[in-house]
């Protein structure tokens, strides 16, 4: 990681937190944040680090992730340009039980969660959005969990493609996922092997419900799709 050159405002890199802050609370946050750049799978922490920074991406694109039985990986979460990340363990009062990584040439603000705490303590607008995020975050998981596990190979690979429209949106052409994953990631993403995420993108090839250029996607039946990822 490195300090970053991009000119980045605390109030782009972290909106909703900076509009919720006093000018005190800002002067605090300015004189403690850290704006760093993270290279391509470089990783920003890992599992069993104690927590000490609520993080917000700047730009580019990070990946949540666990790493299970016999080296694999489940990707956890997808984080966007200005989520942030990293404080639930803090709250928890417990190490980090997931691993970050940058997906891509990141930029990333980080703000010491004492200071956090500090502030939330005397700003019960702050403590609220820190609610409703978390629990947000938990009802986005408790959805993942039941159709990871109950949907069979199709309709979850078929929501992981939903997934990453929704959360990334699609390049001018309409169509193409705006993000490059993977077959690798893309099954732990799926939570199924390498192997069944290439055959079940081939057979969507051949159903005409997607087209594949090396790591671009490229949506031509998204009705069809989303139905698929319904039905499961």
């Not at 990783?43 to 694999?72: A, H, Q, S, T």
Request: charged share 25%; net charge negative.
């Amino acid at each position: 990681m490195t300090d970053s050159s991009n000119v980045v405002s605390l109030s782009e890199s972290i909106p909703e937190i900076w509009d919720l802050l006093n000018s005190k609370e800002r002067e605090l946050i300015s004189a403690n944040a850290k704006i760093l750049d993270f290279k391509k799978n470089e990783v920003i922490y890992r599992e069993e680090e104690m927590p000490l920074e609520l993080m917000c991406l700047c730009n580019g694109k990070v990946k949540i992730y666990k790493d299970g039985v016999g080296g694999r990986s489940q990707i956890i979460r997808m984080i966007r340009p200005t989520q942030y990340f990293g404080y639930r363990a803090y709250f928890a009062n417990q190490p980090y039980v997931t691993a970050a990584s940058a997906f891509e040439a990141s930029t990333i603000c980080l703000i010491s969660m004492k200071i956090i705490e500090e502030i939330v303590v005397s700003n019960p607008k702050l403590g609220m959005f820190f609610i409703k995020e978390l629990s947000t975050d938990l009802g986005i998981a408790d959805e993942r969990v039941v159709n990871l596990t109950q949907k069979h190979i199709r309709g979850r690979l078929a929501e992981s493609l939903i997934f990453l429209i929704e959360n990334y949106g699609l390049e001018e052409d309409g169509a193409t996922i705006s993000i490059y994953l993977s077959r690798e990631d893309l099954a732990n993403l799926s939570n199924m092997t390498t192997s069944n995420a290439i055959r079940t993108l081939s057979t969507f090839v051949d159903e005409h419900i997607i087209t594949l250029d090396g790591r671009k996607i490229k949506i031509i039946d998204e009705e069809k799709l989303r139905r698929i990822s319904k039905i499961g």
